[in-house]
């Protein structure tokens, strides 16, 4: 059974740095990608980042040029590095995997608070 195992979340000022790390329970070559969604209140799951394993990255808009994701295959752990956060940046953040094994599986993690403060 896969766990991801969100960290790092917390309140932070705007303009301030927050580091998000999931930490995987199995090795991470095996997931096709791995990603950061957020979650606001009253709004839909959003995809902020994403890595796969041959580690094309893709961003969300609102925040290319702000954070980036990167992996670090010997701990089996994904970071996503956020930079200049802005109160609309607060939400949810969970960790995402997705395995395809002639069908898409998808992992997540529990979710940790991010809360940017103006």
């Known amino acids: 059974q896969v766990q991801l195992v969100e960290s790092g979340g917390g309140l932070v000022q705007t303009g301030g740095s927050l580091r998000l790390s999931c930490a995987a329970s199995?090795?991470?070559?095996?997931?096709?990608?791995m990603g950061w969604y957020r979650q606001a209140p009253g709004k839909q799951r959003e995809l902020v980042a994403a890595?796969?394993?041959?580690?094309?990255?893709n961003y969300e808009d609102s925040v290319k040029g702000r954070f980036t994701i990167s992996r670090d295959n010997a701990k089996n752990t994904v970071y996503l590095q956020m930079n200049s956060l802005k109160p609309e940046d607060t939400a949810i953040y969970y960790c995402?995997?997705?395995?395809?094994?002639?069908?898409?599986?998808?992992?997540w993690g529990q979710g940790t608070q991010v809360t940017v403060s103006s």
């Open positions: 995402n995997a997705v395995l395809v094994i002639g069908t898409r599986l998808n992992y």
């Open positions: 199995g090795s991470i070559f095996s997931f096709n990608s």
């Open positions: 890595i796969t394993s041959g580690g094309s990255k």
